[in-house]
């Protein structure tokens, strides 16, 4: 279909009155108007590059680049750089991403694969992977089946997911990212009721544990059962999560999000655990399995104002989480293992504290209340796919922080262009005081296929 | 004392007819608006849409969306280009809208106010319900070959308090729409435009052209193509079904 300027006036022009000529010429210009606004551009839409494909992929590549400050001292900095007295690490990495299906009939083969590889001060390290690769069958829409793997995404919080029990936990720097899925056997139900109950659809996912598969979920060797049945009542989504299985405790969890306003969505999350297991270092350097009830919850709101800043905030306790207390014994013990190395030379003690470390004390916001608060803003000074953006996180508890700007623009077409800045912020002991880094600056680069 | 009758008499029945011609104008804009919405979509249909957002030094973006439509509020639209936008879909039921990221991989509530492509079209403008549903004519004027509708939102939650609506009245099609904020301000101007006969009895315009002072220079075009009547389940209108709204295709 293609669309040009009309030029229909121009045989309407051998009318011979002066009159009649005068009425023709104004019929000519109403009728031209928006051709004449928009003479100098043709628009076109061929369809037939778009009609459904059998085999269809995408992806994207990206190149990244890092600059961070060491935080010299920090709990991180003697575990990650032992030895290696640097005062900045730049790196420079790449990656690639590639998505897409093969679908015949009712049977279709869904993958999303990803490697990426990085070049830094300490050295080189890659990785490739297969995040999700799985074949459904949908006979008919309310009813799909699915077996392979699969990326979970429970929960309605932005930041953090706790009724997420079978989620890869995010970064919530970073949480639209694609994660590594489960293999998983899923079926799907839908069903589109009328009256206030709009939607009911369950998701019965069965996710085994055995030997190369599965392995970092829990306890290997055991078949688990999450099942999560959503609800669209009257204007409000709700959703009812449930786990079991020996890999992990069984869990249940219950969220829901819905708008007061066209342009103020509140949510939340609740999740019971009645048998919390957690790994806790001891005064000693040993360390203990304590198993205890949890309640963890989150609240957030998104709100859109009305020069187009959009605001999220959260607000989450975890109840699996560390206290302040046990990660300061954490980071104290990893001073103590950085004097034992440099008094004998024995790194007995930073051993353990990196097992730790891998083991819980590590991973991204091991405490328990934290507030994380998110502002954008679409197109300031009217320059179209441009979004400066501002994050936050802050722990609640030792009061440390991490303050991220950031400026994206999607102007050029399949083009993403991010920059970013992290400030860390926080005392000794506190868990944005004893990060590896103080600061780190990003530039990140995607173009899309 | 007669005449004063024959007076109040006479002036009861012109008021009588004043009321009654005020309720039939009231009827007949709101009956315009519902021959609009027949006439502009089928009940449940399909079509490919192409939006080009054009910037004041011409450089433009172009968005390719697949959409279904059930009913007088139920929608979604897929992303089919470009690249970095394909396969995000969006869903409507009523005044309730989601956006689904693929590698988000969960649907995220989004208000009729943003904008999921950015420039002038806002999610409402790509979501679009049948106007009857959003709107009442509260006023209609002739203006020789067309109508003048005169639309007010029915809830707060619409993106446009007001509409002016003209509609040719020969083919009872929308030619231009003016959206006015609550404020009364002028948000944007839509302009349909190239009549087509996409066959099975459509016939509607092919391309919408939309301004606004708000964004002055900048402008968006909606290219429509293979609107097709198209029988859909109600299931495809849920958020579990969003990752795989391209298999309606």
């Given at each position: 279909m293609r669309f040009s300027p009309s030029t229909t006036c121009l045989r309407l022009m051998s009318c011979d009155s002066t009159g009649q000529y005068f009425a023709w010429l104004l019929s000519c210009l109403l009728i031209i108007s928006p051709a004449l606004l928009y003479a100098d551009e043709e628009f076109s839409f061929e369809l037939e590059e778009f009609e459904k494909k059998t085999l269809e992929w995408g992806g994207y590549a990206e190149l990244k680049w890092e600059h961070m400050d060491i935080n010299h001292g920090s709990a991180f900095a003697r575990l990650n750089l032992s030895g290696q007295p640097i005062s900045t690490l730049d790196r420079f990495g790449g990656s690639l991403q590639i998505d897409g299906y093969y679908a015949k009939g009712i049977i279709s083969f869904n993958w999303l694969f990803k490697a990426s590889a990085q070049q830094d001060d300490l050295g080189w390290a890659d990785m490739a992977d297969i995040y999700k690769a799985y074949v459904s069958i949908k006979p008919a829409p309310l009813f799909t089946a699915s077996l392979g793997k699969k990326l979970y995404r429970w929960g309605k919080g932005y930041a953090w997911n706790p009724v997420g029990f079978i989620n890869r936990p995010k970064d919530p720097n970073d949480p639209e990212e694609a994660l590594e899925g489960y293999t998983t056997a899923e079926i799907d139900l839908i069903k589109s009721l009328s009256g206030p109950l709009q939607t009911a659809a369950l998701t019965a996912v069965i996710l085994p544990t055995w030997k190369d598969v599965n392995e970092n979920f829990g306890e290997i060797n055991?078949?688990?059962?999450?099942?999560?049945?959503?609800?669209?009542?009257?204007?409000?989504?709700?959703?009812?999560?449930?786990?079991?299985?020996?890999?992990?405790?069984?869990?249940?969890?219950?969220?829901?999000?819905?708008?007061?306003?066209?342009?103020?969505?509140?949510?939340?999350?609740?999740?019971?655990?009645?048998?919390?297991?957690?790994?806790?270092?001891?005064?000693?350097?040993?360390?203990?399995?304590?198993?205890?009830?949890?309640?963890?919850?989150?609240?957030?709101?998104?709100?859109?104002?009305?020069?187009?800043?959009?605001?999220?905030?959260?607000?989450?306790?975890?109840?699996?989480?560390?206290?302040?207390?046990?990660?300061?014994?954490?980071?104290?013990?990893?001073?103590?293992?950085?004097?034992q190395f440099l008094a004998s030379g024995s790194d007995v003690l930073l051993k353990k504290a990196s097992e730790m470390s891998l083991k819980g004390y590590g991973k991204p916001q091991p405490g328990r209340n934290y507030l994380y608060a998110?502002?954008?803003?679409?197109?300031?000074?009217?320059?179209?796919?441009?979004?400066?953006?501002?994050?936050?996180?802050?722990?609640?508890?030792?009061?440390?922080?991490?303050?991220?700007?950031?400026?994206?623009?999607?102007?050029?077409?399949?083009?993403?262009?991010?920059?970013?800045?992290?400030?860390?912020?926080?005392?000794?002991s506190t868990e944005y005081g004893e990060k590896m880094n103080s600061n780190k600056l990003e530039l990140r680069v995607r173009y899309f296929f | 004392m007669k005449n004063k009758k024959v007076f109040f008499i006479t002036l009861g029945y012109i008021a009588l007819v004043l009321f009654q011609a005020t309720v039939v104008l009231a009827l007949d804009g709101n009956e315009i608006l519902r021959r609009v919405d027949k006439n502009m979509q089928p009940e449940s249909y399909e079509m490919y849409r192409k939006l080009i957002n054009i910037e004041p030094d011409g450089s433009k973006k172009e968005f390719v969306l697949y959409t279904v439509k059930k009913g007088r509020d139920k929608m979604v639209a897929l992303f089919l280009a470009p690249a970095s936008e394909k396969g995000?879909?969006?869903?409507?039921?009523?005044?309730?809208?989601?956006?689904?990221?693929?590698?988000?991989?969960?649907?995220?509530?989004?208000?009729?106010?943003?904008?999921?492509?950015?420039?002038?079209?806002?999610?409402?403008?790509?979501?679009?319900?049948?106007?009857?549903?959003?709107?009442?004519?509260?006023?209609?004027?002739?203006?020789?070959?067309?109508?003048?509708?005169?639309?007010?939102?029915?809830?707060?939650?619409?993106?446009?308090?007001?509409?002016?609506?003209?509609?040719?009245?020969?083919?009872?099609?929308?030619?231009?729409?003016?959206?006015?904020?609550?404020?009364?301000?002028?948000?944007?101007?839509?302009?349909?435009?190239?009549?087509?006969?996409?066959?099975?009895?459509?016939?509607?315009?092919?391309?919408?052209?939309?301004?606004?002072?708000?964004?002055?220079?900048?402008?968006?075009?909606?290219?429509?193509?293979?609107?097709?009547?198209?029988?859909?389940?109600?299931?495809?209108?849920?958020?579990?079904?969003?990752?795989?709204?391209?298999?309606?295709?």
């Amino acid at each position: 279909m293609r669309f040009s300027p009309s030029t229909t006036c121009l045989r309407l022009m051998s009318c011979d009155s002066t009159g009649q000529y005068f009425a023709w010429l104004l019929s000519c210009l109403l009728i031209i108007s928006p051709a004449l606004l928009y003479a100098d551009e043709e628009f076109s839409f061929e369809l037939e590059e778009f009609e459904k494909k059998t085999l269809e992929w995408g992806g994207y590549a990206e190149l990244k680049w890092e600059h961070m400050d060491i935080n010299h001292g920090s709990a991180f900095a003697r575990l990650n750089l032992s030895g290696q007295p640097i005062s900045t690490l730049d790196r420079f990495g790449g990656s690639l991403q590639i998505d897409g299906y093969y679908a015949k009939g009712i049977i279709s083969f869904n993958w999303l694969f990803k490697a990426s590889a990085q070049q830094d001060d300490l050295g080189w390290a890659d990785m490739a992977d297969i995040y999700k690769a799985y074949v459904s069958i949908k006979p008919a829409p309310l009813f799909t089946a699915s077996l392979g793997k699969k990326l979970y995404r429970w929960g309605k919080g932005y930041a953090w997911n706790p009724v997420g029990f079978i989620n890869r936990p995010k970064d919530p720097n970073d949480p639209e990212e694609a994660l590594e899925g489960y293999t998983t056997a899923e079926i799907d139900l839908i069903k589109s009721l009328s009256g206030p109950l709009q939607t009911a659809a369950l998701t019965a996912v069965i996710l085994p544990t055995w030997k190369d598969v599965n392995e970092n979920f829990g306890e290997i060797n055991n078949i688990n059962l999450a099942v999560k049945l959503y609800l669209l009542y009257r204007d409000t989504d709700i959703d009812l999560t449930w786990y079991t299985g020996n890999s992990r405790s069984t869990r249940y969890g219950l969220d829901f999000s819905g708008n007061l306003e066209p342009n103020f969505e509140i949510h939340a999350e609740l999740a019971y655990i009645p048998s919390q297991k957690r790994i806790i270092l001891q005064d000693a350097g040993s360390s203990l399995i304590r198993e205890t009830t949890a309640f963890s919850y989150l609240l957030g709101l998104r709100y859109l104002s009305k020069n187009d800043i959009t605001t999220i905030i959260e607000y989450y306790h975890n109840d699996a989480g560390y206290t302040e207390e046990e990660v300061a014994r954490f980071f104290q013990f990893v001073a103590d293992g950085e004097n034992q190395f440099l008094a004998s030379g024995s790194d007995v003690l930073l051993k353990k504290a990196s097992e730790m470390s891998l083991k819980g004390y590590g991973k991204p916001q091991p405490g328990r209340n934290y507030l994380y608060a998110r502002f954008t803003q679409k197109e300031p000074f009217d320059i179209l796919y441009f979004s400066p953006g501002l994050t936050t996180i802050v722990n609640l508890e030792d009061k440390s922080f991490s303050i991220i700007p950031e400026l994206v623009y999607t102007g050029f077409t399949n083009w993403e262009l991010r920059l970013r800045f992290s400030y860390l912020n926080g005392g000794t002991s506190t868990e944005y005081g004893e990060k590896m880094n103080s600061n780190k600056l990003e530039l990140r680069v995607r173009y899309f296929f | 004392m007669k005449n004063k009758k024959v007076f109040f008499i006479t002036l009861g029945y012109i008021a009588l007819v004043l009321f009654q011609a005020t309720v039939v104008l009231a009827l007949d804009g709101n009956e315009i608006l519902r021959r609009v919405d027949k006439n502009m979509q089928p009940e449940s249909y399909e079509m490919y849409r192409k939006l080009i957002n054009i910037e004041p030094d011409g450089s433009k973006k172009e968005f390719v969306l697949y959409t279904v439509k059930k009913g007088r509020d139920k929608m979604v639209a897929l992303f089919l280009a470009p690249a970095s936008e394909k396969g995000r879909s969006t869903l409507r039921l009523g005044d309730n809208m989601w956006l689904y990221i693929p590698n988000v991989g969960k649907p995220l509530r989004i208000t009729s106010l943003q904008s999921v492509v950015g420039g002038v079209f806002n999610n409402s403008d790509i979501l679009r319900l049948d106007y009857s549903v959003e709107y009442n004519a509260q006023q209609i004027s002739d203006k020789g070959d067309t109508y003048m509708l005169d639309l007010k939102a029915k809830t707060v939650s619409v993106a446009y308090d007001r509409l002016k609506m003209q509609v040719d009245k020969k083919t009872l099609l929308p030619t231009t729409i003016e959206c006015y904020a609550i404020s009364g301000m002028l948000i944007k101007s839509l302009h349909y435009t190239k009549i087509k006969d996409f066959g099975d009895g459509i016939v509607r315009p092919s391309m919408l052209e939309t301004d606004s002072p708000l964004h002055k220079g900048y402008r968006s075009v909606m290219i429509f193509a293979k609107v097709k009547k198209k029988e859909l389940a109600d299931e495809v209108f849920t958020l579990n079904y969003l990752s795989k709204v391209d298999e309606l295709r």
